[in-house]
């Protein structure tokens, strides 16, 4: 992770990472310096950020979600949950992959078998349900230990 980083500088990553009109080389730059911020803001943009129409930033999005280990795997499975949206799941299915190490891999792995099925659209919400809870459950283990 990096430094600490004002709000300002934060605030200035998420707006170069979201702008449309900003050169895709700094929306990509601005995400992986997302991926080294501490923060559930920089979590959330970068979740925005999988469904951009751009493939190197979504790729750097989703690069940057998986260095934020758990706390990446969360926002993704609650965005999983929420919508359906075709670069988000190839963006979801990216992190998960990239975070097995992070988190026990049968919390994630029915849903990167989900993403990756047929029916997707139906399936991908309710694995990303259970993922979810199960995720819950194995984080306050670890904290009472």
């Known amino acids: 992770m990096c430094a600490k980083m004002t709000q300002a500088q934060l605030q200035g990553l998420?707006?170069?990472?979201?702008?449309?009109?900003?050169?895709?080389?700094?929306?990509?730059?601005?995400?992986?310096?997302?991926?080294?911020?501490?923060?559930?803001?920089?979590?959330?943009?970068?979740?925005?950020?999988?469904?951009?129409?751009?493939?190197?930033?979504?790729?750097?999005?989703?690069?940057?979600?998986?260095?934020?280990?758990?706390?990446?795997?969360?926002?993704v499975l609650q965005a999983l949950m929420q919508q359906y949206d075709?670069?988000?799941?190839?963006g979801a299915h990216h992190v998960l992959k990239q975070t097995l190490g992070h988190v026990p891999p049968s919390i994630v792995t029915p849903v990167i078998t989900a993403l990756e099925g047929v029916g997707a659209a139906a399936a991908t919400p309710m694995a990303a349900h259970q993922a979810l809870a199960e995720l819950k459950t194995y984080q306050q283990n670890l904290l009472r230990k």
């Open 14 to 75: 998420i707006v170069q990472a979201t702008d449309p009109t900003e050169d895709s080389v700094d929306r990509i730059d601005a995400c992986h310096k997302l991926g080294r911020v501490p923060d559930a803001a920089a979590v959330q943009v970068l979740v925005v950020t999988l469904k951009d129409p751009d493939f190197s930033v979504r790729w750097a999005a989703a690069e940057a979600l998986a260095q934020h280990g758990s706390h990446g795997i969360e926002a």
């Open 86 to 90: 075709q670069f988000l799941y190839e």
